[in-house]
């Protein structure tokens, strides 16, 4: 009862403060705006209806952040000065003036047409500020002054969007309410009847071949039986068009279906829906379409010296630029003396812009003449391509971001077959902990190289009618060939040479799939002498297998992966999920060819590796969603050195991991290494710490707070284990601290971090701040390992053993 006394009496100061600094006399805030008997509708669309929206607050306290930014960009804060429409005006003015007279004096047009865009843009920044304000002022909002004028058109909007989802005779009234001088809460009284429902569905069409198309078709009908909603009007209406557009009827259009709704006949808040197909004017039925002729037309510059080839049916007028025609062909869904169908219309436009050999890809169809022809008309991209890009980086294993700068050349069309030869190289610089300290420096230049050359086909032994048939699914033949190094300084130097083949091939839009059928690399480590002692200690704690990931290897694999990401994950506002699962087997070189091909002195591994990754966001409201993400992965080693490839192991920790752990410092399991300080035994993070098996879950929520800025809160849970150590056996170690994986055990072993963070979103780049903290360590003995109470703000930010952990990023965690 104090508490509720307390926090009620917080409430009231800070809304008394707030009001009071927000309005002037005569004028309320808009607080609280709420809806009553609202059957089956989201309050949030009901808000959104509303003409007038009240300020966001947090937490449901009186406190908004984004009217405080707005009044600091307004009033003057730090650095901002105070917002001065007048001057912004003045300086508007004269960048016109000045531009103006520039433009006017000079003498080549390209010049001129330099400084016109210059003038817009500049003038277009200030006339952005002239509207909105400020940058505070734009990442903020104005408060919300209440306006009585805008009732009547909330009422309105109401009515007519309950009206369209079948409540036809729903009436609003609204009372408003004053809970102090300057708050206006506003109450809408939504008096909701009973929905319409549709009783069945009737046609009235007098083409009798259309009618027979649409009678066909009946079940698919997205009205009978269900509640009256426009939108489910909509898209019947759409269904319908695809219906037609789609067995010949080139000239149908969306314009020729008509409703008509019947609610006397029934009673009983029942409806008859007549659903009409007009004909089109001065026409007693509609026309179907059969395609008498294909051309792919590719000669834009109308070259006299064009080359114009047939294949199977399809004519391909090339000038400069020449493509094959059998490859094209296998992306193109239209033939004469097929029907028209707009999918197939679209399949290969889409197919033909997935080549990466275009500008735009447009097809028309002519009907002079008494003829149907389509043409593909397509503007090729320039044969070569380079892009440099140069800027900060965070991998998941940084702790600060470090310079990088990456090259990209392409060449397309090399062998005529519109394959596309790539050159990519890289350098940067990282700030990251060594594989045995946990100081974070600029300790590592990671640089290379990778050519890759791609064709639009598979490169397999396929009849003509496979290849047709695949054709659809973007099919992909991909080499590459690359060298990386990578100089870990005080650790090691490190050289891998890669080589791969891929099968690359998409079902629709939303899933990949790819197929490595081989991938070999060859991998030099120059190591220090202080990280060959500390690889010593790994041994002698029985890691053997992470000791030899850094002897000289050559590793071959087959890997399969499959994404499938629905909803367009990540980059929509909505319900999205995305799943990433793969399958790995290495040592297959070593099958073929047999045991040790390159000689002794080489490791060689054999392995199984499998991991799922599942990420989903759950749309709350517009400004607020949830994300859930599990990622388990195992690896199963077999033959002579029973080791994983170093780039093979399983860590966790770090800015897209366990947040509360840095980067690849957590497990294996319940094992821990400890040092005295200060009278106290802490656990040792000085060294990474892989695994053989991975699980990892995270819970976030995510909230916008001002316009470009998001606030999460977060929980982490999870953990690496080996298979088996040879540090101890389970007899010797009651406690069951080595690092092993058990089934009846490992639960107790997950860690467990939950922490906060900002999210600075500018669509094109987000920039993310975490802090975490460890609730639950297993690395500390049985009935110890809860630690949440021993967080110290005090020496928050000394990370040898501290709860509390830094996490820099770039885009969101999942």
């Given at each position: 009862m104090?508490?509720?006394?307390?926090?009620l009496?917080?409430?009231?100061?800070?809304?008394?403060?707030l009001?009071s600094?927000?309005?002037e006399?005569?004028?309320?805030?808009l607080?609280?705006?709420?809806?009553?008997d609202?059957?089956?509708?989201?309050?949030?669309t009901l808000?959104?209806l509303?003409?007038?929206?009240?300020?966001?607050k947090?937490?449901g306290l009186p406190?908004?952040?984004?009217?405080q930014?707005?009044?600091m960009?307004k009033?003057g804060?730090?650095?901002?000065?105070?917002?001065?429409?007048?001057r912004?005006?003045?300086?508007?003015?004269?960048?016109?003036?000045?531009?103006?007279?520039?433009?006017?004096?000079?003498?080549?047009?390209?010049?001129k047409?330099?400084?016109?865009?210059?003038?817009?843009?500049?003038?277009?920044?200030?006339?952005k500020?002239l509207?909105?304000g400020n940058?505070?002022?734009r990442?903020?909002?104005?408060p919300?002054?209440f306006?009585?004028t805008?009732?009547?058109?909330?009422?309105d909007?109401i009515?007519?969007?309950?009206?369209?989802?079948g409540?036809f005779?729903?009436?609003?009234?609204?009372?408003v309410?004053?809970?102090?001088?300057?708050?206006t809460?506003?109450?809408?009284?939504?008096?909701?009847k009973n929905?319409?429902?549709?009783?069945?569905v009737?046609?009235?069409?007098?083409?009798?071949?259309?009618?027979e198309?649409?009678?066909?078709?009946?079940e698919k009908?997205?009205?009978?039986?269900?509640?009256y909603?426009?939108?489910?009007?909509t898209?019947e209406?759409?269904?319908i068009f695809e219906?037609?557009?789609?067995?010949?009827?080139?000239?149908?259009?969306r314009?020729?279906?008509?409703?008509?709704?019947d609610?006397?006949?029934?009673?009983?808040n029942?409806?008859?829906?007549?659903?009409?197909?007009?004909?089109?004017?001065?026409a007693?039925?509609h026309k179907?379409f059969t395609?008498d002729?294909v051309?792919?037309d590719?000669n834009?510059?109308n070259?006299?010296q064009?080359?114009?080839?047939?294949?199977r049916r399809v004519?391909?007028?090339?000038?400069?630029?020449?493509?094959?025609p059998?490859i094209?062909?296998?992306r193109?869904?239209i033939?004469?003396?097929?029907?028209?169908?707009?999918?197939?219309?679209?399949?290969?436009q889409k197919?033909?812009?997935?080549?990466?050999?275009f500008?735009?890809v447009?097809?028309?169809y002519?009907t002079?003449?008494?003829k149907?022809?389509?043409?593909?008309?397509?503007?090729?991209?320039?044969?070569?391509?380079t892009?440099?890009?140069?800027g900060?980086?965070?991998?998941d294993q940084?702790?600060?971001?470090?310079?990088?700068?990456s090259?990209n050349l392409?060449?397309?069309?090399?062998?005529?077959?519109?394959?596309?030869?790539?050159f990519n190289?890289?350098?940067?610089?990282?700030?990251?902990s060594?594989v045995?300290?946990?100081?974070?420096?600029?300790?590592?230049?990671?640089?290379?190289?990778e050519f890759s050359?791609t064709?639009?086909?598979?490169l397999?032994p396929?009849?003509?009618?496979?290849?047709?048939?695949?054709?659809?699914?973007?099919?992909?033949?991909?080499?590459?060939?690359g060298i990386?190094?990578?100089?870990?300084?005080?650790e090691?130097?490190?050289?891998?040479?890669?080589?791969?083949?891929?099968?690359?091939?998409?079902?629709?839009?939303?899933?990949?799939?790819?197929?490595k059928?081989f991938?070999v690399?060859?991998?030099?480590?120059?190591?220090?002498d202080?990280f060959?002692?500390?690889?010593?200690?790994y041994?002698?704690?029985?890691n053997l297998?992470?000791?030899?990931?850094?002897?000289?290897?050559?590793?071959?694999?087959?890997?399969?992966?499959?994404?499938?990401?629905?909803?367009?994950?990540?980059?929509?506002?909505?319900?999205?999920a995305?799943i990433r699962?793969?399958?790995e087997?290495?040592?297959?070189?070593e099958v073929l060819?047999?045991?040790?091909?390159?000689g002794?002195?080489l490791?060689?591994?054999k392995?199984?590796?499998?991991?799922?990754?599942?990420?989903?966001?759950?749309r709350?409201?517009?400004l607020?969603?949830?994300?859930?993400?599990a990622h388990?992965?195992v690896?199963?080693?077999?033959?002579?050195?029973?080791?994983?490839?170093y780039?093979?192991?399983y860590?966790?920790g770090?800015?897209?991991?366990i947040r509360?752990w840095?980067?690849?410092r957590?497990?294996?399991?319940?094992?821990?290494?400890y040092?005295a300080e200060?009278?106290?035994?802490?656990?040792n993070?000085?060294?990474?710490?892989?695994?053989?098996?991975i699980i990892?879950?995270?819970?976030?929520?995510?909230?916008k707070?001002?316009?470009?800025i998001d606030?999460?809160?977060?929980v982490?849970?999870?953990n690496?284990?080996?298979?088996?150590?040879e540090?101890?056996?389970?007899t010797?170690?009651p406690q069951?601290?080595?690092?092993?994986?058990?089934?009846?055990?490992?639960l107790?072993?997950?860690?467990?971090?939950?922490?906060?963070g900002v999210?600075?979103?500018f669509?094109f780049l987000?920039l993310?701040l975490?802090g975490?903290?460890?609730?639950?360590?297993?690395?500390?003995?049985?009935?110890e390992?809860?630690?949440?109470?021993e967080l110290?703000?005090?020496n928050?930010f000394?990370?040898r053993d501290n709860?509390?952990?830094i996490?820099?990023g770039?885009?969101?965690?999942?």
């Amino acid at each position: 009862m104090k508490f509720n006394s307390i926090y009620l009496s917080l409430i009231l100061l800070l809304s008394s403060c707030l009001s009071s600094r927000l309005v002037e006399d005569g004028e309320t805030l808009l607080y609280k705006q709420r809806f009553s008997d609202a059957k089956n509708i989201n309050k949030e669309t009901l808000l959104n209806l509303a003409a007038q929206k009240s300020n966001q607050k947090i937490l449901g306290l009186p406190i908004s952040l984004e009217v405080q930014a707005y009044r600091m960009g307004k009033n003057g804060f730090l650095f901002f000065g105070a917002y001065d429409s007048s001057r912004t005006q003045r300086n508007l003015t004269r960048i016109e003036e000045k531009y103006s007279s520039k433009i006017d004096k000079a003498t080549k047009d390209k010049k001129k047409s330099r400084l016109r865009s210059k003038l817009i843009s500049k003038t277009e920044k200030k006339n952005k500020k002239l509207r909105e304000g400020n940058l505070l002022m734009r990442w903020g909002r104005p408060p919300a002054i209440f306006d009585s004028t805008l009732i009547a058109t909330s009422i309105d909007n109401i009515e007519q969007y309950l009206f369209a989802r079948g409540y036809f005779n729903t009436t609003v009234e609204t009372k408003v309410t004053h809970p102090k001088k300057h708050l206006t809460n506003v109450k809408y009284n939504i008096s909701q009847k009973n929905a319409y429902y549709i009783d069945s569905v009737v046609y009235a069409i007098e083409d009798e071949k259309a009618l027979e198309l649409v009678l066909k078709h009946h079940e698919k009908n997205l009205l009978s039986g269900n509640r009256y909603d426009q939108e489910t009007v909509t898209k019947e209406r759409e269904r319908i068009f695809e219906l037609f557009a789609n067995n010949g009827y080139f000239d149908f259009k969306r314009q020729y279906i008509h409703f008509g709704f019947d609610s006397t006949s029934l009673g009983n808040n029942y409806l008859i829906v007549k659903e009409t197909i007009a004909n089109p004017p001065n026409a007693a039925a509609h026309k179907t379409f059969t395609i008498d002729s294909v051309i792919f037309d590719a000669n834009i510059s109308n070259s006299e010296q064009s080359q114009v080839k047939n294949h199977r049916r399809v004519t391909y007028d090339f000038s400069e630029d020449k493509y094959n025609p059998k490859i094209l062909d296998w992306r193109i869904f239209i033939y004469p003396d097929s029907i028209f169908r707009r999918s197939a219309t679209l399949q290969t436009q889409k197919q033909l812009s997935y080549l990466d050999m275009f500008k735009f890809v447009n097809i028309n169809y002519d009907t002079t003449d008494g003829k149907f022809i389509g043409t593909i008309f397509i503007s090729p991209l320039d044969k070569y391509q380079t892009s440099t890009e140069v800027g900060l980086s965070v991998t998941d294993q940084a702790q600060i971001p470090g310079p990088f700068i990456s090259f990209n050349l392409k060449n397309r069309n090399l062998f005529k077959g519109m394959e596309i030869l790539e050159f990519n190289g890289n350098a940067g610089i990282q700030g990251l902990s060594g594989v045995s300290t946990l100081e974070t420096q600029y300790s590592r230049l990671q640089y290379g190289g990778e050519f890759s050359l791609t064709f639009p086909q598979f490169l397999f032994p396929l009849g003509k009618y496979y290849k047709s048939k695949i054709g659809q699914y973007n099919p992909k033949t991909k080499l590459t060939s690359g060298i990386n190094f990578e100089d870990r300084r005080e650790e090691y130097k490190r050289q891998t040479f890669n080589t791969s083949l891929s099968y690359i091939w998409q079902v629709k839009d939303n899933s990949q799939f790819t197929l490595k059928p081989f991938e070999v690399s060859y991998i030099d480590s120059d190591l220090t002498d202080n990280f060959s002692n500390t690889l010593l200690v790994y041994e002698q704690q029985g890691n053997l297998s992470y000791a030899r990931a850094f002897s000289p290897a050559f590793v071959s694999s087959s890997n399969f992966a499959m994404e499938l990401n629905l909803n367009n994950y990540g980059l929509t506002y909505r319900d999205a999920a995305f799943i990433r699962a793969n399958i790995e087997t290495g040592g297959n070189f070593e099958v073929l060819f047999g045991e040790n091909p390159f000689g002794d002195q080489l490791e060689y591994y054999k392995y199984t590796k499998s991991e799922i990754d599942l990420r989903q966001t759950f749309r709350m409201n517009s400004l607020t969603e949830v994300a859930y993400r599990a990622h388990i992965g195992v690896a199963f080693v077999y033959g002579d050195n029973n080791a994983l490839p170093y780039e093979k192991y399983y860590f966790a920790g770090g800015s897209n991991s366990i947040r509360a752990w840095r980067p690849r410092r957590l497990g294996p399991g319940a094992y821990g290494t400890y040092e005295a300080e200060a009278g106290e035994t802490k656990v040792n993070y000085n060294r990474e710490q892989p695994g053989d098996i991975i699980i990892e879950t995270s819970l976030e929520y995510r909230r916008k707070l001002l316009k470009y800025i998001d606030g999460a809160i977060f929980v982490d849970a999870g953990n690496v284990w080996l298979w088996k150590s040879e540090t101890v056996t389970e007899t010797d170690d009651p406690q069951l601290d080595d690092g092993v994986f058990r089934f009846n055990s490992f639960l107790e072993e997950l860690a467990v971090g939950a922490g906060i963070g900002v999210r600075v979103d500018f669509s094109f780049l987000i920039l993310r701040l975490d802090g975490a903290w460890k609730l639950f360590n297993p690395a500390y003995p049985k009935g110890e390992r809860f630690v949440g109470d021993e967080l110290n703000f005090g020496n928050l930010f000394d990370f040898r053993d501290n709860t509390f952990n830094i996490n820099i990023g770039i885009g969101y965690p999942f």
